[in-house]
C-alpha cells in the first residue's frame, strides 16, 4: 500500500519562500509520476506542479510558473515542491499525488487520473 505524507506547510507573509515535502512509501519501485495539487476553499482542485517518472520533464501551471519548482528525490522517495515569492493567492491545502492511472503525462494537471494521495498540507500566505 502507497502512502504519502507531506509536510512543510505554514503561515508566511507574501513575497516569502517555503518548501514542501512528500514523502512515499510502500512502493515497488521510484517509477512514479508526481504531482502538486491545491485546494482552496470552494475551488476545485489544481494542478501545480508535475514531474515525469523519468525524473527530467516537468509541468507547471501557469499561475506557478517560475516561482515554484518541483523535484524528487529516488533515493529518499521524497518530492519537494519549492515555492517562491509567495502571494496571497497561493492560500491552499497542497496535496501529493502519485501514479497515473493511465501513464498518459499531458494528463498530469487532472486530479482524477491519480491513484494515489497524501492528506494535505495547509499554506497560508499574508499580504
Known amino acids: 500500500q502507497v502512502q504519502l505524507v507531506e509536510s512543510g506547510g505554514g503561515s508566511v507573509q507574501a513575497g516569502m519562500s517555503l518548501r514542501l515535502s512528500c514523502a512515499a512509501s510502500g512502493y515497488t519501485d521510484s517509477s512514479y509520476n508526481m504531482a502538486w495539487f491545491r485546494q482552496a476553499p470552494g475551488k476545485e482542485r489544481e494542478g501545480v506542479a508535475a514531474i515525469h517518472e523519468n525524473g527530467k520533464d516537468t509541468g507547471y501551471s501557469a499561475s506557478v510558473k517560475g516561482r515554484f519548482s518541483i523535484s524528487k528525490d529516488n533515493a529518499k522517495n521524497i518530492l519537494y515542491l519549492q515555492m517562491n515569492s509567495l502571494k496571497p493567492e497561493d492560500t491552499a491545502t497542497y496535496y501529493c499525488?502519485?501514479?497515473?492511472?493511465?501513464?498518459?503525462?499531458?494528463?498530469?494537471?487532472?486530479?482524477?487520473?491519480?491513484?494515489?494521495w497524501g492528506q494535505g498540507t495547509q499554506v497560508t500566505v499574508s499580504s
Open positions: 499525488a502519485a501514479d497515473l492511472y493511465s501513464g498518459s503525462w499531458y494528463l498530469w494537471s487532472l486530479a482524477p487520473e491519480y491513484r494515489y
